[in-house]
């Protein structure tokens, strides 16, 4: 029987961390889906169809890697595609929390699923999206946080909202 994990996320962008995540899980899963959360009331830096291309051209090199979207309960998407797993990455202490909330309440809602934590990488422990959109919104280097088509994106993105105001507002939209 094939084991197939869900990854989600909102990956706005996905980074490096996330790429870790995805390949050591692989070593666990036969098959990784990454799910994106969609959720038209919270606008991101990126729009949904901009994070999957990221995520596509990102994750090319592992064929047993799907890129998809989901609303709704976690679990209930996790049930229609059949799958065994939900894959989270754990950074610093500061994420535990929430992560073991999440955790009990999709296991409350669904006991088949089991949730599967991988501790991120030594490098990546101080990295997320938030962080990263921050530090480049101000000229920040982010060079070696996320792969390049995503730094360049960002790059883009923070070009086309090149006043302060209108800077600071596009991040307010965008906690991830
Ligand atoms: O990358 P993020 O923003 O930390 O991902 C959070 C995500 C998408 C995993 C979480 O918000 C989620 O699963 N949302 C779907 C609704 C749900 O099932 N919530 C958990 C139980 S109430």
Same mark, same amino acid.
């Given at each position: ?12 962008? $996905? +980074? ?5 995540? $995805?390949?050591? #899980? !692989? @070593? ?5 889906? =990454? ?5 038209? #009331?919270?606008? &991101?830096?990126?729009? =949904? ?9 990102? !994750? ?14 976690? =679990?209930?998407?996790? *049930?229609?595609?059949?799958?065994? #797993?939900?894959?989270? #990455? !754990? ?21 088949? $699923? ?18 990263? @959109?921050?530090?480049?919104?101000? &000229? ?5 946080? $996320?792969?390049?088509? =995503? ?9 086309? +909202? ?5 800077? *600071? ?8």
């Amino acid at each position: 029987m094939k084991r197939i994990a869900i990854y989600p996320g909102s990956f706005d962008p $996905v +980074t490096n961390g996330h790429l870790d995540i $995805v390949e050591r #899980g !692989l @070593k666990i899963f036969d098959k990784i889906i =990454v799910a994106i959360l969609y959720n038209p #009331g919270k606008e &991101g830096l990126f729009t =949904v169809e901009e994070r999957i291309e990221m995520l596509k051209v990102s !994750l090319k090199k592992f064929p047993n890697v799907e890129i998809d979207t989901f609303d709704g309960l976690l =679990v209930e998407y996790a *049930k229609k595609r059949k799958a065994h #797993g939900i894959l989270r #990455g !754990l950074r610093a202490l500061s994420d535990f929390e929430y992560e073991f909330q999440m955790a009990l309440m999709n296991r409350k809602l669904n006991r088949e $699923v089991q949730t599967v934590f991988l501790m991120t990488g030594l490098r990546w422990i101080y990295t997320s999206s938030s962080i990263i @959109k921050e530090a480049a919104q101000f &000229g920040g280097n982010i060079n070696g946080m $996320v792969p390049a088509l =995503v730094q360049r994106k960002i790059k883009e993105k923070f070009a086309q +909202t090149s006043t302060p105001d209108k800077r *600071k507002s596009k991040m307010q939209k965008n906690d991830n």
